[in-house]
Every structure is written in C-alpha cells, then in structure tokens.
C-alpha cells in the first residue's frame, strides 16, 4: 500500500493505465477506423510514431496512398513508383505520401481532384520535387488541395500552378530558377477569376490560395496573380538565410 500519496493521484493513475490499456485492447480494424478520423498531419504522422503496431496501421494503404521510387513489386496496394500514377490512382479524398530521400520528377502533374500531398520526411528538404525546364509548372490544381512538408524546386516557370479551388501550403519549401532566368520564374502563379459579381457565400467557399510556415526562394514573385484573385493579409519572417511566407490569396 502506498504511504503518503495522495487519493487523486491514485484515482488519475488509475485512470490513465485503464484507458491506456482499453485502446490497445481494441483489434487492428477498429483502431484503423479511429486513426482514419485524423487530420494526415501532424495528428495520424504523430501516432504513426508511438510504437510498430501504430505505425503499421496509420500507414496502412486503407488510409493514405504512398509514393516510393525504390519499389520494384507493384502488386502492393497503395503503392506506387510515381506521383504521376499516385495520383491518378488515388481517389477524391485521398491522402498521397511521398518518401522523403531522393528526387521526384513531376512536371505538369494535373490534379483534378480533392486531394493531400504530404512528405514523409521529418523536414520538407527531406522530400523534393523537381520541375524539369519546359513544364509550366510541377503541379496544375483544378481542385480543393492540400499541400504539406514538401519541396518543390522549379527549373524554369513555377512550382505551383492553381487554375481553381482551395489550395492550401503548408510547411513547404518552394524554390524558383536563380539568376539570370529568375524573372520568368515564380513560386506560385494562380489564374482563377471569378465573377463580375461575388457573393459572401461564393468567398468563403471558392477559389483561393492559403500560404503558411512556407520558404520561398528565387524568383521573380512570391506569387503571380493572373485572375482576379488579390494577394491579402501577408506576414514574413525574415532569416539570414530565406524567407518565410504566411499570406492569402483570394477575392477581394
């Protein structure tokens, strides 16, 4: 019996071993159930690292597709050698993660769909993009998007290329053409317009684009406005080294 402690340190310790060992009572399928609630990020990468079986299941290609260019046996559902195939395997919803070391080429990658790209990686250098010369851009969004711990480098033109709906950055790095070619590059171009006249509901709801926690490097604009989107409430922290971009673009 323990001497000296307190009853309500013993009830809360209790407490905690029951639901602690209730939840890894419960068998695979109704944990992955549970896990498939969670944002993609940070919350089901966080509980990927708690232990093996965790990992197993919040990975589990029922949750998320993953993108690995080592794999050499593509019968394993859920993974492919590509953005490209990832992408047009995946379906609206979808959450894409892609393994951090190495290079991904992607180039003119049109995304038509809800969908998530997230890096593996611990950092966004940890998984990179690259956006060969003569694309238009790495990735083209005609849809409600997320993007998350990546870079995208592009060689000429831009990195991101967003035509319609949300677009949200987070956590990225996006890195354009140095000199003497960085006038003809831009991080993000975005040509959505919308209509003469715009409802509320039509402004909470429609195009735009929302940059957070992102490095921006090179090029001649932080973003290139050809719609009639405007660039708004815009923060940066500068470093010695690069420059961190919160801002909106959208409808004035």
Known sequence: MEVGVPKWKKLAKQSENSINSS???????CLMHIFSFLSPLPD????????????????HPRLWLRVDRSVKDHSEPGVYASID?????????????????????????QIKKPLCLVGAGEL?????????????????????????????????????LHRS?????DGCILQCESNPLDHLSHAIITT?????????????????????????????????TNGTLSLQQVRVICTRTSLVFWFNVEHS
């Open 23 to 29: 939840i890894n009572n419960l068998d695979d399928g």
């Open 44 to 59: 089901r990468y966080n509980t990927a690292l708690v232990c093996h079986r965790w990992r197993f299941l919040a990975c």
């Open 85 to 109: 195939t990832a992408v047009s395997a995946a379906r609206p919803g979808d959450t894409i993660l892609i393994s951090a070391g190495g290079i991904h080429r992607a180039s003119n990658i």
């Open 124 to 160: 966004p250098d940890d998984t990179t993009l690259i956006c060969s010369r003569g694309s238009d851009s790495a990735l083209e969004f005609s849809s409600t998007c997320k993007l998350a711990n990546l870079t995208v480098r592009a060689e000429l033109g831009c990195c991101l």
């Open 165 to 169: 709906g949300r677009l949200t950055i």
């Open 192 to 224: 959505a317009s919308s209509p003469d006249v715009v409802s509320s509901v039509l402004k909470s709801s429609g195009d735009s684009v929302s940059v957070s926690r992102t490095r921006i490097e090179g090029g001649a604009k932080a973003v290139l």
